[in-house]
């Protein structure tokens, strides 16, 4: 049987937790909230007073956190007094960080990982909260193969296509690349429906029209981001839920980060990136990114 020390149990890291529970691996878990805890305590989690206690005598540890700033604080510490889960896990024990993070900062906490002998791999994720709750997750893997091949039979728990991308922090470039497209797809079709239903069309005949032509995409296939069109998404629901606006302007910013670094041009992120910045101060932080609708719909309200 392997054991598995899971920190981080948010919109992401709960389901995740919780189908390795269902597929009967024992699962010790960390998070900072305690409702959070209690919840997957009662799937039959065994609930731990620190992230340190949660990775002791694991086979496996998985983290989802926020940020960059939280990866490296879990696994290095603070530089003082602190020195981090990295010094409290065996050799012998598999790390999986499946944060969107910089990729500079996977490298960083890969590479000391490497020097105690410990296997890590970078694996952030793409499918949202239903692709969490459903176990049909896309992971995007840095590291390496070997370790790619030991983690698979946990991974494949969790979801259902496993790319490897490369060395370690291949796998966080690979997906702030697909959060960016992600983002200027749902601007886009957000765009495109508030223009016809300006002009009298029902956005749900349009977004059909759409979805079958050449302007088909993720988005208008299962993500609707109008309200109404499609049931069980965000957009049905107030937005609530689902991929927060706030990750969404995150994870922009480390795309805008490498571009910078690499010289890259990426008009298109950059325009992106400036609406959901808007947006969140405009009180949506905490509502999923398709609330995007809501600024064209705005727009249309002020003509």
């Given amino acids: 049987m392997t054991d598995i020390g899971f920190i981080g149990l948010g919109n992401m890291g709960g389901p995740m937790a919780a189908n390795l529970l269902k597929a009967g691996y024992k699962v010790k878990v960390f998070d900072l909230v305690p409702a959070a805890l209690a919840e997957l305590e009662s799937l039959g989690a065994t609930a731990c007073e620190s992230a ?4 002791l005598d694991v086979d496996v540890v998985v983290s989802m956190l926020p940020a960059s700033v939280h990866v490296e604080r879990l696994y290095l510490g603070d530089g003082m007094s602190d020195k981090g889960i990295l010094s409290r896990i065996s050799p012998a024990t598999l790390v999986i960080d499946c944060s969107t993070i910089a990729s500079a900062s996977a490298q960083k906490v890969s590479a000391a990982a490497g020097e105690r002998g410990i296997t890590m791999l970078d694996a952030p994720v793409s499918g949202g909260v239903g692709g969490a709750v459903g176990g049909t997750l896309t992971f995007i893997v840095g590291g390496s193969a070997a370790g790619l091949a030991s983690a698979r039979p946990i991974l494949e728990i969790m979801g259902k296509n496993i790319f490897h991308a490369g060395a370690a922090g291949a796998g966080q470039v690979a997906k702030i690349c697909n959060n960016m497209l992600l983002s200027v797809l749902m601007t886009g079709t957000a765009e495109a ?33 109008y309200p109404g069109v499609m049931d069980g998404v965000p957009a049905s629901k107030d937005y609530a839920g689902g991929f927060l606006v706030d990750l969404m302007i995150k994870d922009l910013g480390l795309a805008m980060e490498a571009a910078l670094a690499k010289g890259s041009a990426t008009p298109m992120g950059s325009l992106a990136r400036n609406l959901y910045i808007s947006h969140g101060k405009d009180g949506f932080g905490r509502k999923d990114f398709s609330s995007i609708q809501r600024v064209f719909l705005k727009a249309a309200n002020e003509d």
């Fill in 52 to 55: 340190a206690e949660a990775v």
């Fill in 193 to 225: 429906l508030q223009l016809g239903v300006d002009n009298g069309l029902d956005p749900a005949v349009l977004s059909e029209i759409m979805r079958k032509s050449s302007g088909g995409n993720w988005a208008l296939e299962v993500y609707n981001p």
